[in-house]
C-alpha cells in the first residue's frame, strides 16, 4: 500500500502530537510534584518490562542470520543471563555477553 506525501506528513505529524501529549504529561503536568508511593513503585520495573522486549528479537531472530535461530547468539544470552544472576552486576553480565558473542566470532572466523 503506497501512501501519499500528505498521508506520510499527517501520520508524522500526528505520531508526533502523540508522543508530545505522552511526554507532556508526566513531565509538564505531573513534573513539579511528588508522585504517589504506589506510582514509583510501579515505574521501578519499567526498564525490566521494555529491555527483555526489544532485546529478545535481536537474539531469537536477528537480522544477520536471515531470521534464523543462531546457536552463538543464544549462547552470549545464556552467558549474560548467568552472569547476572551470579553477581548481580549489570555491568559484569553485558561484559560477559558480548565476551562470549565477540570471542564466538572470532573463533568462528
Not at 559484569?92 to 570471542?103: E, M, S, Y
Amino acid at each position: 500500500m503506497a501512501y501519499s506525501s500528505f498521508e506520510i506528513w499527517l501520520i508524522i505529524l500526528i505520531l508526533g502530537v502523540g508522543t508530545f501529549a505522552l511526554r507532556y504529561s508526566f513531565l509538564g503536568l505531573i513534573g513539579s510534584r511528588e508522585l504517589p508511593e504506589w506510582a514509583l513503585r510501579h515505574l521501578r520495573y519499567t526498564a525490566v518490562a521494555i529491555m527483555p522486549g526489544m532485546i529478545a528479537p535481536m537474539i531469537l531472530f536477528p537480522a544477520a542470520s536471515g531470521g534464523a535461530l543462531d546457536p552463538l547468539r543464544m549462547s552470549a544470552a545464556g552467558a549474560t543471563i548467568v552472569a547476572g544472576l551470579v553477581s548481580r552486576n549489570v555491568v559484569v553480565a553485558i561484559v560477559a555477553g558480548t565476551g562470549v558473542l565477540i570471542g564466538g566470532h572470532l573463533l568462528l572466523a
